[in-house]
């Protein structure tokens, strides 16, 4: 039971980390990468469709990213749907691509951008120590219906705690990784 617990409680701390990770790409460094587009839909034939399923999108130079779409007839719609999200990007056509060249970054835009990292990063660590209370609790109602000793709910809970140290950890890491690549000029 208190290992079922440990895996659930780990199964929600990496699900953490991976939206942390998720609403990292969103943040666009000034270096051009695919996943910047990730959160981009397109309509196509009616339907709310990811960019990546109905264009190639691949990195030209460091600062361009270029879209080749299946249909010729999607590149307005393209264009209009990369201009109506809040990236920033202006795309250009030329023939059947599309480019997107990634504007320059003030310094004062690295510093917000930097400061949405940390609130993401803190909203991560909030639900990795959510995780940790939820399994508490399921711990502490084990022992209360005698289901546990108190000497295993007290080791249960020195587990979970060390998992949650360790996650907490790698959510630091990963946000001193994305200011670093902010930051970087």
């Given at each position: 039971m208190i290992d079922d617990i440990k895996a659930d409680a780990e199964k929600h701390m990496k699900k953490s980390l991976d939206a942390l990770s998720a609403?990292?790409?969103?943040?666009?460094?000034?270096?051009?990468?695919?996943?910047?587009?990730?959160?981009?839909?397109?309509?196509?034939?009616g339907q709310d469709?990811?960019?990546?399923?109905?264009?190639?999108v691949?990195?030209?130079?460091?600062?361009?990213l270029t879209i080749s779409p299946w249909e010729k007839q999607l590149i307005p719609t393209i264009e209009k749907a990369i201009m109506a999200s809040d990236l920033g990007l202006n795309p250009a056509t030329s023939g059947d691509l599309i480019r997107v060249p990634m504007p320059m970054l003030t310094?004062?835009?690295?510093?917000?951008?930097?400061?949405?990292a940390?609130?993401?990063?803190?909203?991560?660590r909030v639900s990795i120590?959510?995780?940790?209370?939820?399994?508490?609790?399921?711990l502490k109602d084990l022992e209360k219906e005698k289901e546990?000793?108190?000497?295993?709910?007290?080791?249960?809970?020195?587990?979970i705690q060390k998992l949650t140290d360790r996650y907490i950890a790698d959510v630091d890491k990963t946000l001193k990784a994305k200011e670093d690549d902010?930051?970087?000029?």
């Open positions: 609403s990292f790409n969103k943040i666009r460094t000034g270096r051009a990468h695919p996943a910047i587009l990730d959160s981009v839909h397109v309509n196509y034939y469709t990811p960019l990546k399923q109905v264009a190639s691949n990195v030209e130079d460091n600062r361009t310094e004062e835009t690295r510093r917000e951008m930097v400061k949405q940390k609130a993401d990063a803190e909203h991560a120590r959510n995780a940790r209370r939820d399994a508490n609790n399921d546990i000793t108190e000497d295993d709910q007290r080791r249960g809970e020195d587990e902010l930051m970087a000029i």
